[in-house]
Each structure stands twice: as structure tokens, then as C-alpha cells.
């Protein structure tokens, strides 16, 4: 988001800003940085423990209910709860707010919005692709199926690879599914499993997946440009070898010396 010039800063008129999406991880920064231009913020998200409603900037917030699971619920909540004299800029963070509001957007003044020629290249990866290699930007070697079909005659090659969508999940309606269980690594020498539709196949930078104990979480070290791909655990690793990292990647993420974990002691940020 752009606030015009004279708007922003300590000498400017200070702006009622919300700001969705509060479980996005560019909540935080957004919230942080238009608080400390001395705008007042609202939040809203759909996940009560979203980490940046611990921000002291945080005025008033809100909760509504998912637009991946219901988007005419979100759509509901967002048209009886929202009153837009109350704001003069209202920001949406995530795919998932800002296709639904594609469709109320010209009501509703304020909805901070990419233009629609620019959405409709930059939200879908083939597209994106097609601009990156038109304008000589570096890409991954990507792969792109249109049908089911394709994969038969496809090279795919060996793994490590990549496998998404070229749309969003949302934008393709699908709610996803979410499961309770513990993560469980792939068998050994087998790529990515699962059965769905195939869109893109990118050869990712090399890193290394390590599981936490209990085998609920996973966390990733990539090295430069594997930032968003997940790559597969690495052979070399022991499972001794992996164990012996956990606490050094428990430390770094919760350390008091170290950014989130840092807010966490303080419990406000």
C-alpha cells in the first residue's frame, strides 16, 4: 500500500487503516510500520492467535470467519461489520481476502486492490512465467501440464521437483483439507505423494526439511533461492544427525535475543 504524500508520518493527518489477514506473515510489518507512521490500526483475521494482534498498534480486532472455508460467510461478516466511514483504507494481505473482495471492491471505497490487468498476470503462475521470460528474469525450470493427460508424454525427470497449482487453491474454490494427524515424511527414494491436479513442476534449490519431535512441525533450512519451495530431506542427514539440529532450530525461532521469539518474552510488540 502507498498513503499519499502529506498522509503518512508524525506531521501528516494520521489515516484509520484495517488491515486483514492477520495470520499472514506480512501482518506484522504492515501493522508495525503504518503504527509507527502514527496511523491507527484495526486488524481483523480468521485465526484468534494470529501473531500479530500482539502489536501494541493494534487498536481494535477483529475476527471473521474463514474465506477459505466459507466466502460468502467472510463476504457477510465483512459487509454487516465493516462500515467504510470508519476507515480510509482498508488492506487486504492474502489471496484469500482479496479475491473475494474483487467483487465488492467498486462499493465499497477505501479497498485497496491491485488493478485487474496486473492481478490476473501476477496471480496466476503460468502467466507469471510467461512475463518473467519475457522480460529475461531468472526462473526455475518449470514444466507446465495443462491436462492429466500430459503427464503420460511429460519428461518429468528425477526429483527433486515442485508440484502446484498455477491459480490459488481460492481462486480455484478449493477449501483445502486439513488434517489432525502427524506430519509423516514420504517413503524413502519416492517424490512428493498424493494424487491432484498438476499445474507446475520446478526444480527447487537444494535445503534440508527436519522434522521437530513428535513429528508435527517442519521446518526448513534453504539455502539462497529455496525461499516458498519445500525441499526434500536430504539422505545425508541421519536421523541422529536431525535430532541434533532440532534444538539449534528451536533456539533460533524462540530465542529472547532473536525477533519473534524476542516479542514473545515481552508478549507485546
Not at 24 to 45: F, W
Request: hydrophobic share 35%; glycine share 12%; charged share 25%.
Amino acid at each position: 500500500m502507498k498513503i499519499p504524500p502529506g498522509e503518512a508520518g508524525s506531521s501528516g493527518t494520521p489515516r484509520n487503516i484495517l488491515v486483514l489477514d492477520a495470520e499472514c506473515h506480512a501482518a506484522t510489518c504492515v501493522v508495525q510500520s503504518l503504527g509507527r507512521a502514527g496511523h491507527r490500526i484495526s486488524l481483523a483475521g480468521h485465526a484468534e492467535d494470529a501473531f500479530s494482534f500482539r502489536s501494541r498498534f493494534v487498536r481494535h480486532s477483529f475476527r471473521y470467519p474463514s474465506p477459505l472455508l466459507s466466502r460468502r460467510a467472510f463476504l457477510d461478516w465483512f459487509g454487516k461489520t465493516v462500515r467504510p466511514e470508519n476507515f480510509d483504507y482498508i488492506l487486504p494481505l492474502s489471496d484469500l481476502t482479496l479475491y473475494p473482495l474483487r467483487e465488492i471492491s467498486r462499493k465499497i471505497p477505501g479497498i485497496v486492490l491491485p488493478p485487474e490487468e496486473g492481478f490476473e498476470w501476477f496471480f496466476d503462475k503460468a502467466r507469471t512465467l510467461e512475463l518473467s521470460a519475457r522480460c529475461g528474469v531468472p526462473a526455475p525450470r518449470t514444466l507446465l501440464i495443462r491436462s492429466m493427460e500430459e503427464i503420460g508424454s511429460a519428461d518429468l525427470g528425477e526429483p527433486p521437483f515442485f508440484v502446484k497449482l498455477t491459480r490459488s487453491k481460492v481462486w480455484m474454490g478449493d477449501p483445502g483439507v486439513r488434517s489432525r494427524g502427524p506430519a509423516r515424511p514420504n517413503p524413502p527414494g519416492t517424490p512428493g505423494g498424493g494424487r491432484g491436479p498438476v499445474a507446475l513442476r520446478a526444480r527447487p534449490c537444494p535445503g534440508i526439511r527436519a522434522r521437530r519431535r513428535g513429528g508435527n512441525r517442519d521446518a526448513v533450512l534453504g539455502r539462497p533461492g529455496s525461499v516458498g519451495l519445500r525441499p526434500p530431506e536430504d539422505p545425508r542427514i541421519s536421523p541422529d544427525g536431525r535430532r541434533k539440529l532440532l534444538p539449534g532450530l528451536h533456539r533460533s525461532a524462540t530465542g529472547p535475543s532473536r525477533g519473534f521469539g524476542a516479542a514473545r518474552e515481552r508478549g507485546r510488540i
